[in-house]
């Protein structure tokens, strides 16, 4: 198929698509031959605490997980917020095998005060803009931002919890989902009375679900991603895992995780995105309420899709690739998530039944309660622009 004895091949698709001599083929005989999943939520933790990640061990990751493109978030120490940032980002990415991308933070800091300048950014090489991490608490700067992004035609992706209606944050009973529900219905409200393209990330309620719901059949241009830990695990796993469990939002109840994998089905969620969130043992390995929140996720997001969504019939394998290469695409305009002549040679091939023991990852950290999983499907190469990346 692709890739020479560097690794380089075939750039683009179809049978004139040009291929150097000696190209590798690869046999994907029994296996599936999918679009190279896009991933819209990801922490390469640089510039800032590489210490954690980087973009090289982060684009590892999401090689070994089937990812051809990524889009990292904005809080990094200094936050992504001028173009200067950006640009410097970008150089540093284009190093990587596959596609790395950054949005930009959405206020100046992360302080949810001023706004960036947009078009800066924009023409810097952000692709949309989010202080995930850092919910906004300003409506009427919410309301300008969105009225920016609209006139941009750029995505806005928005971290919802409440602070006020949170004690503590990271486990369901101390950040409920109340915390989340009610930034949800607000966005989606100013989404309707703006037009802006507005995403909830790592969606975690029962009754975010039903907003997003309603919402859309508003006429809202609201979409919405869910991390496969919140479709996998329930607040139980904090028991079982300790700190290696804790995120934000947290776990939530078997009723929310059900109510987020109907809303998978019915097609109220949009995206699988990981959240790939790595922090340092020294971060983790503490009391739960010190520990830092979040978990790794780019090499195991599909193998845990395959297991809780396809395995049980609740997503067919086609709509479960849909959910993770066309749809992010499309969120943001990318030109990926098909396979068709003349498209850019994103690839990822697997096979959706073998069985493997998550043993290991390629990041920097190892905070992740599925070490040690028995999970189903396995990615076996992952081809980006038409070089192989990752062999498995």
């Known amino acids: ?5 560097d690794g380089k091949g075939c750039t683009s698709l179809g049978a004139d698509a040009r291929c150097p001599d ?3 083929r690869i046999d994907a005989a029994g296996l599936t031959v999918a679009p190279g999943f896009v991933d819209i939520h990801c922490h390469f933790r640089d510039p800032g605490f590489t210490y954690k990640e980087d973009l090289h061990t982060g684009a590892l990751c999401a090689a070994a997980g089937g990812f051809t493109t990524v889009v990292c978030m904005a809080n990094t120490s200094p936050a992504m917020d001028s173009p200067e940032l950006v640009r410097e980002f ?8 596959i596609e790395v991308l950054t949005v930009g933070a959405i206020t100046r800091g992360l302080a949810g005060k001023e706004l960036v ?3 800066a950014l924009l023409d810097a090489g952000a692709v949309g803009f989010s202080d995930d991490g850092k919910p906004l608490m300003d409506a009427g700067l919410v309301l300008r931002a969105m009225r920016t992004a609209r006139e941009a035609m750029v995505p806005l992706s928005f971290h919802e919890e409440d602070p006020s209606l949170i004690a503590a944050n990271g486990v369901n009973a101390t950040s409920p989902h109340i915390a989340e529900d009610v930034l949800v219905a607000r966005d989606i409200e100013l989404a309707l009375a703006t037009g802006a393209k507005v995403n909830i990330q790592h969606l975690s309620s029962a009754a975010s679900v039903d907003l997003l719901r309603q919402g859309k059949r508003r006429g809202a ?3 919405a991603e869910v991390a496969p830990h919140h479709f996998s695990l329930t607040e139980d796993a904090l028991r079982r895992f300790g700190s290696d469990a804790k995120m934000n939002p947290p776990l939530r109840t078997e009723e929310d995780r059900q109510a987020l994998i109907e809303g998978l089905a019915d097609g109220t969620i949009d995206c699988i995105a990981t959240d790939h969130a790595p922090h340092a043992v020294h971060e983790k390995d503490v009391a739960l309420e010190k520990a830092m929140s979040g978990i790794l996720g780019l090499e195991t997001a599909f193998a845990l899709a395959v297991t809780h969504l396809v395995a049980p019939g609740r997503l067919t394998l086609s709509e479960l690739v849909r959910k993770m290469s066309l749809n992010p695409a499309r969120l943001y305009g990318f030109d990926r998530g098909a396979l068709a002549k003349g498209k850019r040679a994103d690839i990822v091939v697997f ?3 073998e069985e493997w023991t998550v043993s290991g990852t390629l990041s920097k950290s190892n905070n992740s309660p599925f070490i040690g999983s028995r999970l189903k499907g396995k990615v076996k190469y992952t081809v980006s622009g038409g070089e192989i990346v990752y062999e498995g």
């Open 1 to 5: 198929m692709v890739g020479d004895a």
């Open 22 to 24: 000696g190209a590798r």
């Open 90 to 97: 970008a150089s540093k990415a284009a190093a990587e095998k």
């Open 117 to 119: 300048d947009m078009k």
């Open 221 to 223: 241009s609201v979409f």
């Open 351 to 353: 096979d959706p039944n």
